[in-house]
């Protein structure tokens, strides 16, 4: 599987982003995609994830109920809808695509990254 993410920017505080991940490769509607987020202070962490049908998503406390994920298959691709963002959020942004079907928050449970999108919100 190869991803792409795209749709990060500039924002202020409050406002919101949506990103995307384009695939590529059969083997991704069979794989959980996340999403994880990294800045030069702290380590990447993971931000949300989708089952493989998109009946079960997870998140980070951090992020819950402001962020959503989302997958059309159809189209290869993943989604996170980004509301009410805060300058605590301004991060490089990646999706990952992994075979784990459980709870899969380690960056070392994905197979496959994608290169990240820049997301700076500002206060």
């Known amino acids: 599987v190869q991803l792409q993410a795209s749709g990060g920017g500039l924002v202020q505080a409050g406002g919101s982003l949506r990103l995307s991940c384009a695939a590529s490769?059969?083997?991704?509607?069979?794989?959980?995609i996340g999403w994880f987020r990294q800045t030069p202070e702290l380590a990447r962490e993971f931000v949300a994830l989708i089952s493989r049908n998109g009946g079960a998503t997870h998140y980070a406390d951090s992020v819950k109920g402001r962020f959503t994920i989302s997958r059309d298959n159809a189209q290869n691709a993943v989604y996170l809808q980004m509301n009410s963002l805060k300058p605590e959020d301004t991060a490089v942004y990646y999706c990952a695509a992994s075979r784990f079907t459980g709870i899969a928050e380690k960056q070392y449970d994905y197979d496959y990254w994608g290169q990240g999108t820049q997301v700076t919100v500002s206060s």
């Open positions: 490769g059969r083997s991704f509607s069979s794989s959980t």
